[in-house]
């Protein structure tokens, strides 16, 4: 029995230890929150509101549409945009815009060591 108690310590200790620690990138202002992905999620939209610009067509009316954006915050902390896709190149070039001024962070880590964080968001604008 003991041997038994012996071995599924061992087994829990090593499957404990072979779980990768890993963090999220965190941006510029989230450096002392509790809750770093919370608070990216949150900096992300509040720059999304304050850096969308609207296209606007031919006749001078706002062009919305829908896109899907992915974006990698690399071992550096700089966003690489990776694609953006939909059906209106004219919001798909505002999208991609927005993404460029999105600020240099604290990369990710994987094992104390930075590491690239892959991001794939749709957004409605």
């Given amino acids: 029995m003991k041997k038994l108690l012996v071995i599924a310590c061992l087994l829990i200790g090593g499957i404990s230890a072979a779980q990768a620690q890993q963090t999220s990138p965190v941006w510029p202002g989230c450096e002392g929150s509790e809750d770093v992905k919370t608070c990216f999620n949150k900096q992300l939209s509040q720059h999304v509101r304050e850096n969308y610009e609207y296209p606007k ?69």
């Fill in 57 to 125: 067509n031919d006749a001078g009316e706002y062009v919305r549409g829908k896109v899907t954006v992915s974006f990698t915050v690399d071992e550096e902390g700089k966003v690489v945009i990776n694609s953006v896709e939909g059906p209106k190149p004219e919001v798909n070039q505002a999208a991609r815009e927005m993404l460029e001024k999105i600020p240099d962070m604290e990369p990710g880590t994987l094992e104390g060591e930075p590491d690239d964080r892959k991001f794939t968001i749709p957004f409605n604008f």
